[in-house]
């Protein structure tokens, strides 16, 4: 079955650049793309970027200049880097799989990592 | 880039009411995406091209709209229906979600 994970560090200072990473099974990166979505606490979904199954990547363009989103379709991973943090940045972060249709949508979740940025 | 804008943001139901969440985009749009989050859980696909249920999702639930006007539809309100509803566009390169509605039970 789809299963996506996402881990990383659950406490960030400002100005560090984040790592998370998304492991998924069930489907190949080549097949589906992936993208994040952060949700600040208590607020709405945001997307964050994907990577399409043909490697190329999209991004929010209010994020896009500190975002950077890589794969490893041996490992089944998926990476994010965000870097230059502010205590903003602060939410749940989820990875998502891109359904297979034209009019893609998310169609398969992580459980979220909880991301906090405080000095 | 495209604003979705959801309305109402709260609202509250009773069993066995009609509930319509609406979701009004700043520019003509072809199809809507729905998802439904519960507190502590993630987001789950609801209603995908404007009026497909996903997998699971029961039938008293039915999704509507073309241009920039869509909606979520429940009918007949369950306790479990409580929950915030998220629309989403995608015109390429960017995903949109609109700001939730969240629906309570009386």
């Known amino acids: 079955q789809v299963q996506l994970e996402e881990s990383g560090p659950g406490l960030m200072q400002p100005s560090e650049t984040l790592s998370l990473t998304c492991t998924v099974s069930?489907?190949?990166?080549?097949?589906?793309?992936v993208g994040w979505v952060r949700q600040p606490l208590g607020k709405g979904l945001v997307w964050m970027g994907t990577i399409w199954a043909g490697g190329s990547t999209n991004y929010n363009s209010a994020v896009q200049s500190r975002l950077s989103i890589s794969r490893d379709t041996s490992k089944s991973q998926v990476f994010l880097k965000m870097n230059s943090l502010q205590p903003e940045d602060t939410g749940t972060y989820y990875c998502a799989r891109h359904s297979s249709v034209q009019l893609t949508y998310f169609d398969y979740w992580g459980q979220g990592v909880m991301v906090t940025v405080s000095s | 880039e495209i604003v979705l804008t959801q309305s109402p943001t709260t609202m509250t139901a009773s069993p066995g009411e009609k509930v319509t969440i609406t979701c009004r985009a700043s520019s003509s749009v072809s199809y809507m995406h729905w998802y439904q989050q519960k507190p502590g859980a993630s987001p789950k696909p609801w209603i995908y091209?404007?009026?497909k249920l996903a997998s699971g999702v029961p039938d008293r639930f039915s999704g509507s709209g073309s241009g920039t006007s869509y909606s979520l539809t429940i009918n007949n309100m369950e306790a479990e229906d409580a929950a915030t509803y998220y629309c989403?566009?995608?015109?390429?390169?960017?995903?949109?979600f609109g700001s939730g509605t969240k629906l309570e039970i009386k």
């Open positions: 989403q566009q995608w015109n390429y390169p960017l995903f949109t």
């Open positions: 069930g489907f190949s990166l080549t097949s589906n793309g």
């Open positions: 091209e404007t009026s």
